[in-house]
């Protein structure tokens, strides 16, 4: 700590060193140069500005396992869609960031498939037909051997022979029309096309509708992943769209493994969001994981937040905080209070009127809206809570005005 405050110091004793002024001028102020670190500003500047100062002094509070990690899509809302036949993709119709309805089609592809299933439909209908006619020549035959049995004229054997090949030719027609049940079923249920060609239809065109198998949402949601074009080549089992209602999101925490003990599903939780200026949305951890990550020594826990805005998105970085249970003492300030620079984390001090020194300290866990100090504060000290931003700015000003 002694190392890096005295680093902190050189920096800003750098930013406030001012040239000496030419010797031909005399000096405009006889007031006395900054201090190193320390930056002034006016009472009617730290009105206008609105600058806060309050005097920080030891608390109780919740203590709180803070755990860092990433949004994911929900994957109890999520779906993958995909094509059922080799085929081509011929039209795409949604892009990422889309919202897709239940049964919509995102894409078209060009397959083989269809036309072979076509083809053995087509047979089917054109066996059923002759064999139509062969039942309707083998029942006249039949009849006509009965009458002739009846007459004396026909053998017994005769009429049985005449029977046996009307049986034959209603059994083919039977299998005839399973036959093109299946073909059809395959052609409208499972690649949900025509099983008749369309009229338009051209010999040597292919990319009609109705020639095409369509890729259709299995949910309504969003498309957060795409993988085709026009022109890609599909597979089944290839993923090509994934869909994800958004309206409730996951956060995937590292929880350190000294806390495992102390957490339990249903608990609830605070995540603050990087890119929302650490704004927190309530969250419920719902599960932990089964293994602990030997390089980091955590394990993971989803927490579930509800995203009825669509304002949390997959991938964004964010902080869980979970209550512990007990509390623990310490000084705290409020979070817009910590200034960064160089990496460092840095309070503005009042130490007079219009006088403010930037001391270096080292921060904790953070309850709510506040943050723990560890080190560089004490009790008593008067921490400026509200426009340390401007007076960062005001020394890094000053900073550029001497270059």
């Known amino acids: 700590m002694k190392r890096f405050t005295l ?25 006395a140069k900054p201090e190193p670190g320390e930056v002034r500003l006016s009472p009617e500047l730290q009105k206008t500005a609105g600058l806060r100062i309050a005097e920080v002094e030891r608390r109780n509070v919740p203590l709180l396992i803070r755990a860092n990690g990433r949004l994911v899509a929900d994957e109890e809302k999520t779906h993958k869609a995909g094509a059922l036949v080799d085929g081509r993709v011929v039209k795409v119709f949604v892009n990422i960031g889309d919202r897709v309805q ?14 072979e299933s076509r083809s053995v439909y087509r047979k089917a209908k054109v066996e059923l037909a002759r064999l139509e006619t062969q039942r309707s020549f083998s029942e006249k035959n039949r009849d006509r051997v009965r009458r002739l049995l009846n007459l004396k004229a026909a053998s017994q054997e005769q009429f049985d022979h005449a029977e046996n090949d009307l049986k034959i030719a209603l059994a083919g027609i039977d299998t005839a029309r399973l036959e093109i049940q299946r073909a059809r079923q395959h052609l409208e249920e ?6 008749e060609d369309h009229p338009d239809h051209k010999q040597g065109e292919f990319d009609h509708d109705d020639d095409t198998a369509p890729i259709k949402a299995p949910a309504a949601g969003v498309i957060i992943a795409r993988s085709i074009t026009s022109g890609s080549v599909a597979k089944p089992g290839d993923d090509l769209f994934v869909i994800s ?25 605070k995540v603050f969001i990087r890119a929302f200026n650490d704004r927190s949305f309530p969250g419920r951890l719902t599960r932990t994981g089964d293994q602990l990550d030997p390089a980091t020594r955590t394990v993971q826990a989803r927490i579930v937040l509800a995203n009825l805005h669509g304002e949390l998105k997959p991938e964004m970085y964010a902080t869980a905080e979970l209550a512990a249970g007990g509390t623990g003492e310490a000084i705290y300030v409020p ?45 008593g000290d008067r921490v400026v809570t509200r426009g340390a931003f401007l007076l960062k700015s005001e020394m890094l000003k000053s900073t550029l005005t001497e270059e």
Not at 9 to 31: G, N, Q, R
Not at 248 to 269: D, K, L
Request: aromatic share 6%; hydrophobic share 45%; net charge negative.
């Open 7 to 31: 680093f902190v110091l050189a920096l800003l004793t750098a930013c406030a060193v001012k040239p000496d002024a030419p010797k031909s001028e005399p000096p405009k102020s006889a007031e």
């Open 102 to 115: 239940k049964g919509q089609v995102l894409a078209r592809i060009h397959s083989h498939d269809i036309h």
């Open 190 to 195: 499972f690649l949900e096309v025509s099983a």
């Open 245 to 269: 209602d958004l309206s409730s999101i996951w956060m995937i925490a590292a929880i350190p493994e000294e806390f495992m003990g102390r957490i339990t599903a249903g608990m609830n939780a």
């Open 335 to 379: 979070q817009e209070s910590i200034q960064e620079m160089n990496g460092h984390s840095i309070v503005f001090v009042a130490t007079g009127t219009n006088k403010f020194h930037a001391r270096p300290v080292e921060t904790g866990a953070r309850a709510g809206a506040s943050i723990a100090i560890v080190s560089g504060l004490a009790a």
